[in-house]
């Protein structure tokens, strides 16, 4: 961030209100916001992780334990069975959908 003199950039009618609300102290200004992309987005990760949770959740239904997909996917148990609930839970609404 790069300060910058006021008098500088803004025309003076603006200088000097800003003026009468605040004396020699640093104001920030924000920009203008914009909407950010989302973790994984630019990168491509948040796609290969659906990808990995997708696979993951596949060979648990086609029988692979919990313990061997933390060993194969180099997991935690823990996280495994996180990956499991949130895929089961995303099938049934997609299957609630479909049926209404």
Same mark, same amino acid.
């Given at each position: 961030?790069?300060?910058?003199? /006021?008098?500088?950039?803004?025309?003076?009618?603006?200088l000097?209100?800003?003026?009468?609300y605040?004396? /020699?102290? *640093?104001?920030y200004?924000?920009?203008?916001s914009?909407? +950010?992309? *989302?973790?994984?987005?630019?990168? /491509?990760?948040? %796609?290969?992780?659906?990808?990995?949770? #997708?696979?993951i959740?596949?060979?648990?239904?086609e029988?692979?334990?919990?313990?061997?997909?933390? /060993?194969?996917?180099? *997991?935690?148990?823990?996280?495994?069975?996180?990956?499991?609930? %949130?895929? +089961?839970?995303?099938?049934?609404k997609?299957? *609630?959908? #479909?049926q209404?």
């Open positions: 961030m790069n300060y910058r003199n /006021g008098k500088d950039v803004l025309p003076p009618r603006l000097k209100e800003l003026q009468d605040i004396q /020699g102290e *640093l104001v200004i924000p920009k203008v914009q909407k +950010r992309a *989302l973790w994984g987005e630019i990168s /491509g990760s948040r %796609k290969a992780i659906a990808k990995r949770n #997708q696979e959740y596949q060979a648990y239904l029988g692979q334990s919990a313990e061997e997909l933390a /060993g194969s996917y180099h *997991l935690s148990i823990d996280s495994i069975r996180k990956i499991i609930t %949130k895929m +089961r839970c995303a099938s049934r997609a299957a *609630l959908v #479909q209404s």
